[in-house]
């Protein structure tokens, strides 16, 4: 399975600020996802980074208020700008596993967000 | 539009007896992919058992299996000899298969909450 490293794992913000949250994967993999979760929520999808390309973002979501970089083939990152505390949330990161298992999705521990 | 349907919020179970989460899905995909989560309270999610369409067999892994029921469109969670450490949050999620630059979207259910008594 792929190890994936995620940071900061909690965070308490001021509204207004931003916070950047890293994910390092331990091998090389294609796509990286970014998911949210709400409070009691399940998750959603806010956008898929790939290595080399503008990030791909879903219905809601939008590059201004959640700016993705996507460096290399090991690490992305996903900024939570001029934060409200409506953005109290869960943001993992994710990755298709390497080799024979592409079919599961692997996630990291997630960063719980909670801006005052 | 693709939907997963978890109708159970919480769930009570023994310890050691088994467990049944259920998982309903609404696809017109012909291959797609079915996931079973965990999300204990320190949130990470962990990755517990998968399903491809066209499987013949249910999966297992451990003491998880899927229950496949491809046309009743469902793909139930069995833990068995649960432990006290099952408790925690289970999603169940599908992946569309899409051939234009293989993006595996995960589209998850509203998820069961798992409470396992000694």
């Known amino acids: 399975s792929a190890v994936i490293s995620q940071k900061p794992s909690r965070d308490i913000c001021q509204r207004g600020t931003s916070l950047t949250i890293q994910c390092q994967v331990d091998?090389?993999?294609?796509?990286m996802f970014w998911y949210r979760q709400q409070p009691g929520q399940s998750l959603t999808l806010i956008a898929t980074?790939?290595?080399?390309?503008?990030?791909?973002?879903e219905s809601g979501f939008v590059i201004d208020k959640f700016p993705i970089s996507r460096p290399n083939l090991t690490f992305s990152t996903l900024t939570v700008s001029n934060m409200s505390p409506e953005d109290s949330s869960i943001y993992l990161c994710?990755?298709?596993?390497?080799?024979?298992?592409?079919?599961?999705?692997?996630f990291g521990s997630g960063t719980q967000l909670s801006v005052l | 539009a693709q939907k997963i349907t978890q109708t159970q919020p919480g769930m009570f179970v023994q310890e050691k007896e088994a467990v049944t989460l259920d998982c309903t899905y609404d696809?017109?995909?012909?291959?797609?992919?079915l996931f079973w989560y965990k999300q204990p309270s320190s949130g990470e999610m962990i990755f517990l058992i998968y399903?491809?369409?066209?499987?013949?067999q249910n999966a297992t892994e451990g003491r998880y299996s899927l229950n496949f029921q491809k046309a009743r469109k469902s793909a139930n969670l069995v833990i068995s000899a649960s432990q006290l450490g099952d408790s925690a949050m289970y999603f169940c999620?599908?992946?569309?298969?899409?051939?234009?630059?293989?993006?595996?979207?995960?589209?998850f259910g509203a998820g069961t909450r798992l409470a396992v008594h000694p």
């Open positions: 994710s990755v298709i596993g390497p080799g024979g298992s592409g079919e599961k999705l692997f």
């Open positions: 091998s090389q993999v294609t796509m």
């Open positions: 980074a790939n290595q080399g390309s503008e990030a791909t973002y």
């Open positions: 696809t017109s995909d012909q291959s797609y992919g």
């Open positions: 399903q491809g369409s066209y499987d013949e």
């Open positions: 999620a599908m992946r569309e298969v899409t051939f234009s630059g293989g993006y595996n979207k995960l589209i």
